[in-house]
């Protein structure tokens, strides 16, 4: 009896860390559908692009409809999508705050309420959230509350989420990254960025892959909270 092929659902998958989940996965033999606000279309059958805005209930619908149409099932969702804004907290705008609530919070719970409604009916599935290392080692030198805000929430429900549904064959895990070398960092700035992790440089996508595979293979780990920060967590 063959195995079924897994299926993954990325989201933020355009760029960074998504963009190398994707590949990830696919070296891995999943499926995996893409999505993000301007994601391009692949050339690679087993990859399905779905664009929308992540902080919409309706590209919820969407990506897990059409992931159910192409794939059959839904294995695994990463939940990557965020925005990041740092910022004294005095000087955070009403359009800060809206644009990381949509994406950092509503993202993640309309995409995991759709997903979770789907692999519940399948008796499996995983979740994996991207946090931040700033939940837990605030840095003075990089302030961001709202980060700390709705990354903080993600990590807290993510607990819940896995007591909720752990005799039911759903898991849930977070994965909570240092800087990483991405796009959104240019060159320049690296040299300074290196300087806030106990080890002494950034981050690679692949250590994030990394992670996030582990995790999806970690049939006895749910409700973890995994640093992958090179040290920030534990303090300088």
Avoid: C, W
Avoid at 26 to 54: F, H, Q
Wanted: no cysteine; hydrophobic share 45%.
């Amino acid at each position: 009896m063959s195995t079924p092929q897994k299926v993954a659902i990325v989201t933020g998958a355009s760029q960074g860390i998504g963009a190398a989940l994707v590949n990830a996965f696919r070296e891995r033999g999943y499926r995996v559908v893409a999505t993000s606000r301007s994601i391009a279309p692949s050339d690679d059958p087993d990859v399905l692009a779905v664009a929308g805005d992540i902080g919409s209930p309706e590209t919820a619908r969407r990506v897990i409809a059409e992931a159910l149409k192409r794939f059959g099932r839904i294995d695994t969702l990463v939940n990557n999508a965020g925005v990041f804004i740092a910022k004294p907290f005095t000087q955070y705008t009403e359009d800060d705050f809206a644009a990381k609530m949509a994406t950092n919070v509503a993202g993640f719970f309309h995409m995991t309420q759709a997903a979770v409604a789907v692999m519940e009916s399948q008796g499996t599935g995983h979740v994996v959230s991207i946090s931040t290392s700033l939940v837990d080692h605030a840095n003075s030198n990089v302030p961001s509350v709202i980060a700390s805000l709705t990354k903080g929430g993600i990590n807290a429900a993510t607990k819940s989420l896995a007591i909720e549904y752990a005799a039911r064959g759903l898991r849930f895990n977070i994965v909570s990254p240092g800087i990483i070398k991405t796009p959104m960092h240019p060159e320049a700035t690296h040299a300074a960025l290196a300087g806030l992790h106990p080890v002494g440089h950034m981050g690679e996508t692949s250590d994030i892959t990394d992670a996030v595979l582990y995790l999806d293979g970690a049939s006895f780990v749910t409700g973890e909270v995994l640093h992958v920060d090179g040290g920030q967590s534990a303090g300088h």
